[in-house]
């Protein structure tokens, strides 16, 4: 097995996707760049999540940049195969970095949350419920109000297909 790496990107480190969500990445058939522009004119808006494909590396650099422009470093060929993403909206081929704390997958909009619940019952008066007991998927962000989880904000606006908007970037063509 492949040893995978770890890149920072300003304010967070990019970690490798969890097993369940690589699965379904890597089930997706990968593109070279004149036929998932073509597919996306095509389909306009498609969610089905697609790996990395070299073809795009120069676009998917120049997107990454739009994305986080404090990087402090430039990821290479092998962490964007383990961590790049893409996706059509609008007719555009459209990249995203799995990370810790970046989903790719569509978000969970429900405001409804059984892991802040179960948070906020031993954490009855906790002023933050923090990702790991919401899900990183989380729209929303909580905190405990005697034993009950309260929702106090939207951490991620949703794009129409119900993606993260911010964590997604046109990858430009030439």
């Excluded at 059984?114 to 906790?126: L, Q, V």
Aim: proline share 6%.
């Amino acid at each position: 097995m492949r040893a995978l790496r770890f890149w920072t990107i300003g304010f967070a480190t990019v970690l490798p996707p969890a097993l369940g969500v690589f699965a379904i990445i890597a089930s997706g058939n990968a593109a070279n760049s004149a036929d998932l522009y073509r597919l996306c004119r095509e389909l306009r808006n498609d969610d089905t999540i697609r790996p990395y494909s070299h073809e795009l590396y120069d676009g998917t650099l120049k997107a990454l940049k739009k994305l986080m422009p404090d990087a402090r470093t430039t990821p290479d060929e092998s962490q964007l195969q383990t961590q790049a993403n893409y996706r059509c909206m609008d007719g555009k081929v459209l990249v995203c970095v799995v990370g810790a704390n970046l989903p790719c997958a569509r978000m969970n909009a429900a405001r409804d949350n059984p892991g802040a619940d179960a948070f906020c019952k031993a954490n009855p008066n906790d002023d933050v419920v923090p990702a790991f007991a919401t899900g990183h998927d989380a729209v929303y962000s909580y905190k405990c109000q005697g034993g009950k989880a309260v929702v106090t904000g939207e951490t991620w606006p949703l794009d129409k297909g119900g993606f993260a908007r911010t964590l997604w970037a046109v990858v430009p063509e030439r």
